[in-house]
C-alpha cells in the first residue's frame, strides 16, 4: 500500500472520530509488516485526559488482534466540517504521547506520513523523537 492509500485510509477513519468538545478531528491507518492496515480515529472525552488519540487506537487494534512488527503510518487531520467534506489539514503530526507509544512496539526508520492524500510528507519516528525513552533506559 502506498502512502496515498494510506492518507485515504486515515481521512475515512478522521470522519468515524469522536471530537464534540475541540471539534478536531483525527484519522490514522497503521501498515503493518504483513500487509494488514488498521485504522483508528481520535475518541475525545469530558475529562480531556481520558481521549484516545487516532494513533494509539490503530496501533492498539493492531496489537489486540495479535500484530507486533509496524511498517508505516499514515496520520490526517482537520476541523470537523472539513474533514467531513474529505478536507484534511496539510499536516497534523503525532503528539508526545503518541509519539513515546509508537517507540514501544516500532523501531527509529519506522515511517510516520503527515499530511493530505495529495500533498505529504514522510519522517521518521527518530526524525520526530529522537531520544525516546524505551527498554535500554530502564
Do not use: W
Request: hydrophobic content about 40%; some cysteine.
Amino acid at each position: 500500500m502506498n502512502e496515498k492509500e494510506l492518507l485515504t485510509a486515515a481521512l475515512g477513519a478522521a470522519k468515524r472520530a469522536y471530537a464534540p468538545y475541540s471539534h478536531f478531528c483525527v484519522g490514522a491507518a497503521l501498515l503493518t509488516k504483513s500487509g494488514a492496515v488498521y485504522t483508528g480515529c481520535n475518541i475525545e472525552n469530558a475529562s480531556y485526559p481520558a481521549t484516545l488519540c487516532a494513533e494509539r487506537t490503530a496501533m492498539s487494534a493492531a496489537v489486540a488482534a495479535g500484530e507486533r512488527d509496524f511498517e508505516a503510518i499514515a496520520i490526517v487531520g482537520g476541523r470537523e466540517e472539513d474533514i467531513a467534506e474529505g478536507r484534511a489539514n496539510e499536516e497534523c503530526p503525532p503528539c508526545g504521547i503518541c509519539r513515546q507509544f509508537m517507540a514501544e512496539f516500532c523501531g527509529p526508520g519506522f515511517k510516520i506520513i503527515i499530511g493530505t492524500p495529495t500533498r505529504f510528507s514522510v519522517k521518521t519516528l527518530s526524525e520526530l523523537l529522537p531520544h525516546s525513552f524505551g527498554r535500554d533506559s530502564m
